[in-house]
């Protein structure tokens, strides 16, 4: 079945760094999305994108779907502190009918 | 517009008993999905409804788990004869068509 390998697995950062994240796919999809997650709370979208090649800005969060379509990344400038949070990349196949792939996630731990 | 809701927030359960959970998907979406998410775990896709419709069913949904949407708007998941292993968060999203994949804050299960 379809796997995503999203990495880091953690991330220990200052307050006020860049942060990139990324996710591979073994298999194609047509749409990537990214989320965070807070204790306790459903993770929420972030960034959605839909194309190839796309690249799409969010505030500080910024991320691409790969040319390739089995690639994804998100990268967050200027890190605070509220953006401490588990973030997840998944990943849609076809006709965005088919239940989301998730990556592992990557945990952000911002130091002040 | 609310949001996704789903209740309860929380269920402690013996093992053995039957529990149901409610998702109240956001009011014009069509698709309704269910996750399962254990600690340190991305969601994991359980099935998905469009309008009344069950299309899909992962192999992770077991006999003991029944899903309905009766009308195409809420929808039910129940879990027969609960066992340890199904402790997890269990998280409800809807979108309209392939957009606006929106998770609500999940219903914690836990059986002791």
């Known amino acids: 079945g379809q796997q995503l390998n999203q990495s880091p697995q953690s991330m220990f950062i200052q307050e006020g760094e860049d942060v990139s994240m990324n996710c591979t796919s073994s298999?194609?999809?047509?749409?990537w999305l990214w989320y965070k997650q807070d204790p306790g709370e459903g993770p929420v979208l972030l960034i959605a994108?839909?194309?190839?090649?796309e690249l799409t800005s969010n505030g500080r969060l910024t991320a691409q779907f790969g040319i390739t379509r089995k690639d994804s990344f998100l990268n967050i400038s200027a890190s605070i502190p509220s953006d401490v949070g588990i973030y997840f990349c998944a990943g849609q196949g076809g006709g965005g009918a088919d239940g989301l792939t998730f990556g592992k996630g990557t945990h952000l731990i911002i130091q002040p | 517009d609310t949001g996704v809701s789903q209740d309860p927030r929380h269920k402690i359960t013996k093992r053995g008993q039957n529990v149901t959970f409610r998702c109240d998907p956001i009011?014009?979406?069509?698709?309704l999905y269910w996750y399962r998410q254990t600690l340190g775990q991305g969601p994991e896709f359980l099935t998905y409804f469009q309008n009344e419709a069950q299309l899909e069913k992962s192999r992770l949904l077991s006999n003991r788990f029944s899903a309905e949407r009766p009308k195409g708007s809420f929808s039910t998941l129940e879990i027969q004869r609960t066992e340890q292993g199904d402790s997890a968060m269990y998280l409800c999203?809807?979108?309209?068509?392939?957009?606006?994949?929106?998770f609500g804050s999940g219903t914690r299960l836990t059986v002791v």
């Open positions: 009011s014009e979406h069509n698709r």
């Open positions: 994108l839909y194309k190839a090649g």
């Open positions: 999203a809807s979108s309209l068509g392939q957009f606006g994949y929106t």
């Open positions: 298999s194609i999809f047509n749409t």
